[in-house]
């Protein structure tokens, strides 16, 4: 008996999630091994908070859509506004 014949369509499903599921994740990890190769090829310095910075834009992801029911994409392009307007604030500039 082909063991591929036993699965029902919810196993079916759990497996082509599970594979996409895989895929994003690979996809956070290769964007986090560019942003530090990045920092340190051109400061040669390692930036020891850059996942940090990930941490906190994945929370106000995730409580925006907990809470609110915002969208995470458009999280996305309101977290980068916002870091890059407080990384050229008056005060980062002292």
Do not use: C, K
Not at 42 to 60: D, K, P, Q, S, T
């Amino acid at each position: 008996m082909d063991p591929a014949r036993r699965l029902g369509p919810a196993q079916i499903d759990a497996v082509a999630q599970l594979g996409v599921s895989t895929v994003l994740l690979g996809g956070i990890y290769a964007l986090i091994a560019v942003g530090l190769t990045l920092i340190f090829g051109i400061m040669r310095v390692v930036n020891f908070a850059h996942g940090e910075f990930l941490m906190l834009g994945m929370y106000l992801a995730f409580w925006s859509f907990t809470l609110w029911g915002v969208d995470p994409y458009f999280v996305l392009f309101v977290a980068i506004r916002s870091s890059s307007w407080s990384g050229s604030s008056p005060m980062s500039l002292s």
